[in-house]
């Protein structure tokens, strides 16, 4: 588990973080993706400007995770940006309005410099630029897939936190918060919450508890610890609900609307085969009526 030094270097990270970057591997566990949207629901909740993507699509079996639909695909940024070719001095003055549903930026060229035109105009989406990356559930970069393939200056320059609990983590990170004790992901973003004192809510504690569920086969006994169940009581505790899962009843047999004609009729048993534990009556043809 992560020592009070590491927790309150984690804590001084996002306070000072503008933008935050989760992370999930590519061809995510149920628990990967749960103890990542649980931190990112979090961290937004603390007014964080959060982004959370994996490097491949999210299937119809993580749909009951909040937040899925925020998962992103890529690490592109949401900044439009629009360039020119820039002379020093050229521009007087640039201003905006809005016109007929539409955005005009307008460029004022200094007297004498020339003009602008559409070939000096170039688009682009700006990339990702957090301050503060969060990696989930992985044991090293390359399970990042593309994330990591396409942008390896990007974990060089940014503080990275990797969090996980499996034995074969190589702690990769600046900030490693690993216990291969730990059942899942879920429990250790859930003691991250709970040390740092981050918002949980009915939400964030509803991902945890399920990622923990999945994780721990329904919180079994042979796959839980005293841990586990402490995590599990504090989601329960902010409101967190689990998947119910439905136990379906063998069907009934049908009872008949009406009895059977015979049903008021005395039965009639061979006194060969029947043991006579009480007094016997009798019958005309010399059998006995119980």
Request: aromatic fraction near 8%; glycine fraction near 6%.
């Amino acid at each position: 588990m992560a020592t009070p030094a590491n927790i309150n270097e984690i804590q001084s990270l996002i306070t000072q973080a503008h933008e935050i970057l989760i992370l999930s591997h590519a061809d995510p566990s149920h628990d990967s993706l749960a103890a990542s949207l649980g931190l990112y629901l979090s961290l937004s909740a603390a007014g964080k400007n959060v982004t959370i993507a994996c490097p491949t699509a999210s299937t119809v079996e993580f749909n009951h995770l909040i937040g899925i639909d925020k998962v992103s695909q890529d690490l592109d940024g949401k900044n439009f940006i629009i360039s020119l070719d820039y002379v020093e001095g050229a521009i007087e003055k640039v201003s905006y309005n809005i016109s007929d549903n539409k955005f005009n930026l307008v460029i004022e060229p200094k007297p004498g410099a020339p003009a602008f035109t559409p070939e000096k105009v170039h688009y682009s989406n700006s990339s990702a630029s957090p301050d503060l990356i969060f990696v989930i559930d992985c044991a090293n970069f390359d399970q990042l897939g593309k994330f990591y393939q396409n942008n390896q200056d990007l974990y060089a320059k940014v503080t990275t936190v990797n969090i996980d609990h499996h034995a074969n983590n190589q702690k990769f990170a600046r900030l490693n918060l690993v216990d291969p004790g730990a059942l899942s992901t879920s429990e250790l973003v859930t003691f991250l919450i709970q040390n740092l004192g981050l918002p949980i809510n009915e939400d964030v504690a509803t991902n945890l508890l399920n990622g923990m569920d999945e994780a721990t086969h329904n919180f079994s006994p042979q796959s839980s610890s005293g841990a586990v169940f402490e995590a599990a009581a504090f989601c329960l505790k902010a409101g967190g609900k689990r998947e119910g899962s439905v136990i379906k009843q063998p069907p009934f047999e049908e009872i008949p609307q009406q009895a059977p004609a015979d049903w008021l009729q005395p039965k009639i048993y061979n006194s060969k085969t029947t043991n006579k534990t009480s007094q016997d009556v009798p019958s005309k043809d010399g059998s006995t009526l119980l």
